[in-house]
């Protein structure tokens, strides 16, 4: 522990003209200075020893008072019996309205013998803390294999002697220790940058995870005379927590597993798609394929997929390519799924939109992702969290169970466009353009384009095929070719 200038006071029996203003404080370290203005010389914490020989004018000590507090010193020492026979009146005035100690220091007391003492106390103390720290680290990795975050919260807590709270982003409560529910509320408060006011000045907010994003928030209150060890604990601490909150988290070998599984699973082999569905515990059922695309580019939506599967307790087959995030789900968990999708999207601001195909086997769930595909343009289109293609009735009627030669004249439209658009550049800003409701500003950021480039590209498109994009009649006829060409690529 730190020694406090009431420690020092103590010790060598000195006068304190300030009474017990300030006397906790904790000394980081002394310092000697007969400036007028020492302040460029500190870094607060110190306590300030003087004589001073530049002081006598009562508005200047008051002065010297308030720069010395503001710089944030843990005490002032005055000697007394060389200048001033005792501390100046307006300097004990100065010093107590702003909460700064004032020691009176005799002839007979060296400013040598409070600085030896006092630095040699900190030097041992120092080590103690260090010791402190490593002991720390090494109980909250040990009891994090056991206890998991709630064991390293309570482990935290006792250490560093105070209470801790951790939470997810949205303030919901992993674990809290020795705090009370008005600790819970400024917690949540400082977490979140919530405008209210916090009771409990002095939290300290540590990020779990992603610093730009935490998927967590450990909310410590630290004592004032352990504010380094509470510091380097809780930083440790929230390492720990991401490992335990999200233990697969391996960085980019985790998410290249995730992709290659994802892969197998819908490439067809039957026998590649057993092996890798026994792994994943996938043995039995069919599964649906959800397509997920973010409505802002500065939004990746894969943390958020992984964090649903790890609430809802489901496989994270989650991989990302491009504008798309995959999700391979249990035929049996698409109603949580959907539930816990729009609530991300409609009370938690997640700028989401996902398509969800109709549960299949295993080896024919490349059928669901193009299903998915379709589902995802409609809930594009119409500004829906979630659609589900077993809900497009309309779709699955007129398209889906014509014959080929029906869904062939459909796409005729399309024809002199497919014929020259080698690229399918053109095809694929047709398609992203109409699933943005005609909207250029959304459909040329989707794109990753200008809106001059796009709107090149659809003049393009009108020569080819004929059809006006400012025409209802015409974007219909457009729509329901671009469906029936991708449901007729579908194996």
């Not at 007969?34 to 006598?56: N, Q």
């Amino acid at each position: 522990m730190l020694e406090t200038a009431g420690d020092v006071a103590q010790r060598f029996r000195l006068r304190v003209p300030t009474g017990t203003t300030g006397l906790d404080r904790p000394i980081r370290w002394t310092h000697i200075s007969e400036l007028a203005d020492p302040t460029p010389w500190l870094r607060g914490g110190e306590m300030l020893l003087t004589l001073g020989l530049e002081l006598d004018d009562p508005d200047e000590l008051a002065a010297y008072a308030e720069r010395l507090a503001r710089a944030g010193i843990a005490a002032l020492g005055f000697g007394i019996g060389v200048r001033h026979p005792a501390v100046p009146p307006a300097l004990v005035a100065g010093a107590g309205a702003h909460g700064l100690a004032v020691l009176e220091i005799p002839r007979g007391v060296s400013f040598q013998d409070i600085t030896f003492h006092v630095n040699a106390d900190l030097l041992h103390t120092g080590a103690a803390e260090a010791r402190l720290i490593a002991e720390g680290v090494s109980s909250m990795t040990m009891v994090a294999r056991s206890a998991g975050t709630q064991g390293i919260v309570a482990t935290l807590a006792a250490r560093i002697d105070s209470w801790a709270v951790l939470m997810d982003r949205h303030g919901n409560v992993h674990a809290a220790v020795g705090a009370a529910r008005v600790h819970i509320d400024d917690a949540r408060a400082a977490a979140l940058g919530q405008r209210s006011r916090i009771r409990h000045p002095g939290l300290t907010v540590y990020g779990v995870g992603d610093p730009v994003r935490p998927r967590a928030h450990l909310v410590v209150a630290p004592r004032p005379d352990r504010i380094t060890l509470t510091r380097e604990l809780a930083q440790h601490a929230a390492l720990l927590l991401d490992l335990a909150l999200n233990p697969l988290s391996g960085g980019d070998t985790w998410g290249l597993a995730r992709a290659d599984a994802v892969d197998a699973l819908m490439s067809g082999d039957p026998a590649l798609v057993s092996r890798v569905s026994a792994r994943w515990n996938l043995l039995a059922g069919n599964v649906a394929v959800a397509l997920l695309r973010s409505r802002s580019r500065a939004v990746p939506l894969e943390d958020n997929a992984l964090e649903w599967c790890a609430d809802l307790d489901l496989p994270p087959l989650v991989s990302s390519e491009s504008s798309l995030v995959t999700v391979l789900l249990p035929e049996d968990e698409l109603g949580r799924w959907t539930a816990r999708v729009a609530e991300a999207v409609e009370r938690e601001g997640v700028p989401a939109r996902c398509g969800i195909g109709t549960a299949q086997p295993l080896p024919s769930c490349l059928l669901s992702r193009r299903q998915a595909e379709q589902a995802l343009a409609v809930a594009v289109a119409d500004a829906r969290p979630v659609v589900e293609f077993a809900g497009l009735p309309t779709q699955r009627l007129i398209l889906q169970h014509l014959d080929p030669a029906a869904r062939g004249a459909l796409t005729t439209p399309l024809l002199p466009l497919l014929e020259n658009d080698s690229t399918r550049v053109l095809l694929r800003s047709l398609r992203v353009f109409l699933s943005e409701n005609s909207s250029w500003e959304a459909a040329s950021s989707q794109l990753g384009i200008h809106r001059h480039t796009l709107r090149q590209r659809m003049t393009r498109v009108e020569e080819l095929t004929g059809l006006s994009m400012s025409v209802t009649e015409d974007r219909v006829i457009a729509w329901l070719a671009l469906q029936a060409l991708q449901l007729g690529d579908a194996p």
